[in-house]
């Protein structure tokens, strides 16, 4: 009798976490090794309209942070963000193995119910203990502090369509 009341007390605890934590199956702040774990949908570049996966975004945001800063990272953890006031708008984050480097794009639905990457990618690179996490507040992003010392760099880059 007491083993079916715990497996239903873990039923019920499970049920309520996975409710609590998906919306319109999207998985918001948890970390995942894969996009696709986070978003349940078909994720596009939103210039070329090319269909974007895990190894693909990986393999270019490795390589820009390599080009841009010549720190070679493997990006392995991944976190989708709310953007605030807004239920079209989020934020795909990316943490190195190392902890070191926060890196990520804005996306937003499109009226055709697709996913699609923007041109606004942010990245917080950092030698300190903790801090230098990257933040994201409406469309603007910012890096915190390095604690209890150390530099925290912040690059921003802005694709613009003609």
């Keep these: ?8 007390a873990l039923f019920f605890i499970m ?4 409710i609590s934590c998906s919306e319109d199956g999207l998985v918001f702040e948890e970390e995942c090794t894969t996009i696709e774990s986070l978003l349940n949908a078909t994720l596009i570049d939103g210039s070329s309209q090319e269909e974007l996966s895990t190894a693909k975004i ?4 490795e390589k820009t942070i390599l080009e841009e800063s010549g720190r070679k990272v493997f990006l392995s953890k991944f976190i989708l963000i709310k953007v605030g006031g807004s239920d079209s708008r989020f934020f795909l984050k990316s943490i190195s193995e190392d902890g070191l480097v926060k ?5 937003s639905l499109d009226q055709m119910g697709r ?8 990245t917080c690179t950092g030698q300190c203990g903790s801090g230098c996490d990257l933040r994201v507040t409406g469309n603007q992003c910012s890096c915190s502090d390095c604690f209890p ?14």
């Design 115 to 122: 996913y699609k990457m923007g041109g606004k990618k942010c």
């Design 15 to 18: 049920s309520f976490c996975l």
């Design 58 to 61: 990986k393999s270019e945001w």
């Design 1 to 8: 009798m007491k083993k079916n009341q715990i497996q239903f």
């Design 149 to 162: 010392s150390g530099d925290c760099v912040k690059t921003e880059t802005q694709t613009i369509e003609e």
């Design 103 to 107: 890196t990520g794009a804005f996306i």
